[in-house]
Every structure is written in structure tokens, then in C-alpha cells.
């Protein structure tokens, strides 16, 4: 008999940042500033948290300091297409902050790079 997967991943932190984004719409600020923390030391260590820190801030409806990491992301790694389809990212699209970041990073704003 095959056993279903595990919904769980193997990763403890794997999709924090969407629990802190889940958290914080439901009000409770306080534990996803604590995720926050979290992410935030991952950066301090040397690891990518600048996305995971981004959706974080957009759930606390903190677009600047969303926009201020997802700029670093870009002049580090860049940015990913899946910024296009996130549907956390979806309140961010129509700034034009969001818009002069995704011409310096080459992408245009209808889904195409």
C-alpha cells in the first residue's frame, strides 16, 4: 500500500513566510513579527530571506518595507516570475514602485520578461 505524502514538509520553516502573511491578516501582528525575527536572521546569516521578508511586510500591510526587500532581492538574485502570479505580491502590482522595479529588472508588467 502506498502511503499519501505527508502535507508537512521536510523543512519546519519551509512557507513560513506565508503563515507570518496568514497571521498577521488575522490580526495577530505580534507572532508575525516573530516569524519576521526569524527571517531576518536568516538574512543577518548570510541566506535568501528577502522574498519570504517581502510577503511578511505585505501581510502586515507594510508596502515600503516590502518594496525596500524586494529591491535588495533584485540587486542580489533578481527577481522570479512568480512575483507575476503570487497572490500575496497582487497588492503591490499597481504602485508605481512596484512598476520601476520590474523595469530594472527587466520585466514588463503583463507577465513576459
Not at 503591490?92 to 512598476?99: G, I, N, S, T, V
Amino acid at each position: 500500500m502506498v502511503r499519501p505524502r505527508a502535507l508537512i514538509p521536510d523543512e519546519p520553516s519551509a512557507l513560513i513566510e506565508y503563515r507570518a502573511y496568514a497571521l498577521a491578516r488575522m490580526g495577530r501582528e505580534a507572532e508575525a513579527r516573530e516569524i519576521l525575527g526569524v527571517l531576518e536572521q536568516r538574512l543577518k546569516e548570510g541566506k535568501p530571506a528577502e522574498l519570504a521578508i517581502s510577503m511578511v511586510y505585505i501581510g502586515l500591510h507594510e508596502y515600503d518595507k516590502a518594496m525596500d526587500a524586494l529591491e535588495r532581492l533584485n540587486a542580489g538574485e533578481g527577481l522570479d516570475l512568480e512575483i507575476f502570479v503570487d497572490p500575496c505580491v497582487k497588492e503591490l502590482r499597481k504602485l508605481p514602485r512596484f512598476q520601476t522595479l520590474l523595469e530594472k529588472a527587466g520585466m514588463k508588467a503583463d507577465g513576459k520578461a
